[in-house]
């Protein structure tokens, strides 16, 4: 019970937090001609670089754990290393990294509410603001179902995504 | 004339463990000829070596009089005209067999996907698989599955096939209906260099042995003098010790 709660508070929190609060309160403070001053648009931004890095190496475990010896069957074929990647081992990686990658998706879901560190109103602080005026606490159970709405459906997709893959493989006997 | 492949001095070596010490092959035109010796002797690298998929140390090997070593060679092209059979089938899983045997033509020699499929349909219908066309690596026994990575490395229309104990990792009862494929092969002409542990099968189709020992060829010849007459103490040696496993 201790370490989910120990990896999910520690993982990528600080590097985000960190991130928002520099770009987003940073730049804009900087008054640079030229460049957007939205903290929204900086917040995105520190949340798209947090992100893209942790994908990125999900998708390097992903290409690494394709056994070699499908990348010597594809080269001893002639193809090329660009079109063994394309056509051999990416998508093969692709496959084994939905789990993982859905993952960060409702990681990074959670994490939006880090930009309201740096100004931005987003769906959770929004209803704070509403529970201190009208102290009903019912607005945070909107914000609960608000963030359902959204990974329910991703959850779903994604397992759909890996029973299609399987259930093609295994009734192509039938066909 | 000048021989389809020849080995010339091949080292080859991993880290500090040389698997190969000077090793001198050739294969005649539409012959074939069979590596023999135990796990670990260097067949699986030499193979490897000739389809470029390990560089060489030192040595040279010539396919056609034209050397494959050499620096300036496009290994793709050299790759094209050579097949390779691996032990373990390395089919790919994502792939239905048509799509497995038609990606080499389509992609490395740019044939239209029409084109290739016909004649993709045409190879598997030859080697009894023409009904397996649109099933996947994993729904198929692993026979079928090392000849339908046989017909997707013939759908390269390669001059010479090589194939790494291919079938090693099958049931006995599988065996034979990959050995007939490679015998079907041997009766239309194709160069094959072999490494196997089935030395009936070496001694029925090849038209000469090596033996390989510890990184080195220690005897070669035709099959009926290293299988009845083996002149080196370690040929001898593991001929017998094949005998007593009741592989002969």
Redo the contacts between chains.
Sequence with gaps: MLSPLRTSSMRGWVVALTLISLLALGVPGLQLSGVPASSVFWATTALILVYSAYVAEVYRAGIESVHP??E?????????RL?TLR??IV??AV?RVIPPLLNDFIGLQKDTALVAFAGPVEALRQAGIFEAANFNFTPYVCAAVLFLALTIPLTRTADWLIDRDRR???A??V? | MTAAISIEGVHKSFGKVMVLKGVDVEVPESNAVCLIGASGSGKSTLL?CV?L?EPVDSGRILVHGDDITSYEVD???V??RI??V?Q?F?????M?VLENVT??PR???KTPKRDAEARATELLARFGLADKR???P??LSGGQQQRVAIV??LA?EPDIMLFDEVTSALDPELVGEVLGVIRDLAQTGMTMLIATHEMGFAREIADHVCFLDQGRILEQGPPERIFTAPEEPRTQEFLRRIIEAGRM
């Design positions: 010896s499908q010597a069957a594809a080269r001893s074929l002639g193809l090329s079109q056509y051999v998508p093969q496959r093609k493989r295994a192509s006997g066909a | 490897r389809n998929l290994a793709n092209r790759r094209r097949g390779i691996f373990a390395n089919l790919f899983p994502h239905n990606l080499g992609k490395a020699l649109n099933e996947y994993d729904r997707r490395a390269m």
